[in-house]
């Protein structure tokens, strides 16, 4: 869980600095949209757990329960596409989504002060 004082989210290559809203991956800027970095944030801070669809659009969103939406699906499909999370952003059917632990070749999830 994230606390405040924690400035920087880092998993595998990618790096989220928290008091600019600035995302790098690989060393490079990548430009999100605001729904996408809070989702992003989201992901990491619960990587490695199953997350379902109702819980992020709740805690990303603030959604009312049960919504049908496929927002969620899109701000997904662009957080893989951007930030090259294809094989870590596991889709879980018919339950939601999970962000993999990073490879053993990449650095551990973690936060930096």
Not at 10 to 27: E, P, R
Not at 43 to 64: C, E, F, K, T
Request: net charge neutral.
């Amino acid at each position: 869980m994230l606390q405040d004082e924690q400035e920087v989210l880092v998993y595998g290559t990618i790096c989220v600095d928290l008091s600019t809203h600035k995302v790098a991956a690989q060393g490079q800027p990548v430009h999100l949209s605001n729904m996408q970095y809070r989702l992003l944030c989201y992901l990491i801070q619960h990587a490695g757990q199953i997350i379902s669809r109702q819980d992020i659009l709740s805690n990303v969103w603030n959604s009312p329960p049960n919504i049908k939406t496929r927002t969620l699906d899109m701000h997904i499909c662009a957080l893989r596409k951007k930030l090259g999370l294809n094989d870590s952003l596991e889709t879980v059917f018919q339950i939601g989504y999970r962000l993999r632990f990073p490879t053993a070749d990449s650095s551990p999830v973690h936060a930096e002060n």
